[in-house]
């Protein structure tokens, strides 16, 4: 044993500094990725939160017999829901694009559900403003089934 402050183990600074390197390195490579991750995982929370306010209105018009709307408004990136509950894209997640419905003013398009069930079929686009990965939430006009895909449309 050998006394205190006189131990020479130890590591040198050109050992610390390739530590460092190494870590800087690993740091380079893996935080862009997880970055894009959080990014996806946003557009898909997004889409997610569409067709659970889509299935909230399709049920509440089955439940309490009356004609539902949701609004989508593509220049506010946002969409209206039950009772006029507003809400707003997160800012890197864009409406890129909606298919059926109904145009109800400049630019808006309403999607209505009716007390059986059935609502205007069609469907939104949601995507990443720097052309990542996108989902499409779509509805069935027969049915009224609210389903989530992977991709443009499908």
Do not use: C
């Amino acid at each position: 044993m050998s006394p205190v402050g006189k131990d020479r183990r130890g590591f040198s600074l050109l050992e610390l500094l390739a530590v460092l390197l190494l870590i800087s390195l690993v740091s380079l490579i893996v935080l862009p990725a997880v970055d894009r991750g959080l990014r996806e995982r946003e557009i898909k929370q997004s889409a997610l939160a569409l067709a659970a306010a889509a299935r909230e209105l399709r049920s509440k018009a089955v439940h309490e017999n009356s004609l539902q709307r949701l609004i989508f408004n593509p220049q506010e990136n946002s969409y209206e829901s039950w009772r006029g509950r507003k809400i707003f894209l997160p800012p890197d997640v864009i409406i890129a694009a909606i298919e059926g419905g109904e145009p109800i003013e400049e630019g808006l398009r309403q999607f209505l559900f009716f007390p059986n069930g059935s609502l205007f079929g069609g469907g939104v686009g949601i995507s990443g403003r720097e052309g990542s990965r996108a989902y499409f939430v779509r509805f069935d006009p027969i049915t009224g089934r609210v389903a989530v895909l992977q991709g443009n449309r499908q």
